[in-house]
């Protein structure tokens, strides 16, 4: 995974449908039964969600952007370490499907972006042609921790918006990247710029370029979070995560051949509490620098090189290129 420095980006991640010959492991990643998904829903409505989306190919998408409370993130983290603990169980990370809802009942051709947060534990690898593949399996029966969290909050806030006035600072282009290596810097980080295109690209131009959701679901490993979390410490003002649908770019590739070129992926970015200058109003402001920055899910297969210049997190484990532990849709 890689990560940008001053927000963290999600790309957020994404479905295969029939139409695009995605491959699905549900015999062998079958779903330890009740409880229900990180964003407050239910297994079944989980995979009533999926399956609507993979059942509905949108070839032409709308930006898309899902927002998650600090407390959110923080919940997230120490309820798949009490699952460790409790379980016994090795809680390893967490995977974001693609989903699609009616916008209305009166306009049901447009279909609405969305997301479901399942979390994962480590259920062995293996090894084929010198390549490792780990199993994240998906699993939604939780232990009880004491959390002021309500279902609204857990499964955020999903706007459509590309206006930067409101925050989501990826959609304008910048030209400001750190330009001095960040002396920490995570796995997952990436340079501002590069998310810039990765999220603007999402979105189909007719004739240049493609721009159907063509992959399922992302997953990241729980020590990206961990290391949010600890660089959040002690910062009052950083409220949250805002993960974008966006899309792999081939000059960005790290992998050859990277099979996540042209593919729907997540990146997130960290925000501040921002207040609008001159009103009552605050938002939810990406921030970028060396501490705070844009992620994606982990490929697990793939050394990353510390050091980058900070601002956001990228690159996935990405499904359909790796399905292995994930049971949504379970058809």
């Not at 399956?51 to 409370?69: E, I």
């Not at 857990?154 to 001095?180: F, R």
């Not at 697990?300 to 210049?309: A, D, H, N, P």
């Amino acid at each position: 995974m890689k990560r940008i420095g001053v927000a963290i980006a999600c790309v957020l991640l994404i479905l295969a449908f029939k139409s695009q010959n995605v491959t699905h492991n549900h015999k062998q990643a079958a779903v330890i039964d009740s409880g229900g998904a990180l964003n407050g829903y239910s297994e079944s409505q989980a995979n009533s969600l999926v399956t609507y989306c993979y059942g509905t190919v949108d070839n032409s998408p709308v930006n898309t952007q899902v927002w998650f409370s600090r407390k959110v993130i923080e919940h997230w983290y120490d309820l798949l370490q009490a699952d460790s603990i409790t379980k016994k169980i090795n809680s390893d990370g967490i995977r974001f499907y693609i989903t699609r809802r009616l916008l209305s009942d009166s306009n049901k051709k447009h279909y609405n972006n969305a997301i479901v947060v399942v979390s994962t534990f480590y259920a062995g690898d293996t090894v084929k042609k010198g390549v490792i593949t780990f199993k994240h399996q998906d699993y939604f029966d939780h232990v009880n921790i004491a959390s002021p969290l309500d279902k609204k909050e857990l499964q955020g806030c999903v706007t459509h918006y590309s206006d930067s006035t409101q925050g989501a600072l990826l959609y304008n282009t910048c030209n400001c990247d750190i330009k001095t290596p960040c002396i920490i810097a995570s796995d997952h980080t990436i340079p501002r710029s590069q998310a810039e295109q990765m999220v603007q690209h999402f979105r189909r131009i007719i004739i240049f370029r493609n721009g159907s959701i063509n992959s399922r679901a992302e997953w990241f490993d729980k020590g990206m979070f961990k290391h949010l979390i600890n660089e959040w410490k002690g910062d009052t003002s950083i409220d949250g995560v805002r993960i974008y649908f966006s899309r792999g770019m081939k000059k960005y590739s790290t992998v050859t051949p990277d099979s996540t070129i042209g593919k729907s992926k997540f990146v997130m970015v960290t925000t501040r509490h921002y207040k609008i200058p001159n009103t009552n109003n605050y938002i939810h402001k990406d921030y970028f620098d060396c501490t705070h920055g844009i992620e994606t899910g982990q490929l697990m297969e793939t050394k990353r090189k510390k050091g980058k210049t900070g601002g956001v997190y990228d690159d996935g484990e990405l499904c359909p290129t790796n399905c292995t532990g994930a049971t949504l849709p379970n058809q």
